[in-house]
């Protein structure tokens, strides 16, 4: 049974940075596409970035495209989420997220997800 943990979550200040990674175990990642996602106090889940399985492709919500990074290391089994110039709004819940297929794929391809890392960016 595949587990995913997210880790790296913290208290930063407006304009800092923070890197979440998040690990698998019981499956190997190299033949998944990844994603993050985020749920804010009151608000629904939304998608913040996702990449295919050998790090070819990549897509970002509007929100964070140019401040946000999201790579994967297949050797470690792990995938990461640079979050730059964070602001307050980037307070969340960060989930990562696996797809059963290589590419790409809509929310709802999305089928095993982890338990989340806490976001919260002070102004």
């Known amino acids: 049974q595949v587990q995913l943990i997210e880790s790296g979550g913290g208290l930063v200040q407006a304009g800092g940075s923070l890197r979440v990674s998040c690990a698998a175990s019981?499956?190997?990642?190299?033949?998944?596409?990844m994603g993050w996602f985020r749920q804010a106090p009151g608000k629904e889940r939304e998608f913040v970035a996702g990449?295919?399985?050998?790090?070819?492709?990549?897509s970002y919500a509007d929100s964070v495209k140019g401040r946000f990074t999201i790579s994967r290391d297949n050797a470690k089994n792990t995938v990461y989420l640079q979050l730059n110039s964070l602001k307050p709004e980037d307070t969340a819940v960060y989930y990562c997220?696996?797809?059963?297929?290589?590419?790409?794929?809509?929310?709802?391809?999305?089928?095993?997800w982890g338990q989340g890392t806490q976001v919260t960016v002070s102004s």
């Open positions: 997220a696996g797809s059963a297929g290589p590419f790409l794929a809509p929310t709802s391809k999305y089928d095993y």
């Open positions: 019981g499956r190997t990642l190299r033949n998944s596409a």
């Open positions: 990449i295919n399985w050998n790090g070819g492709s990549t």
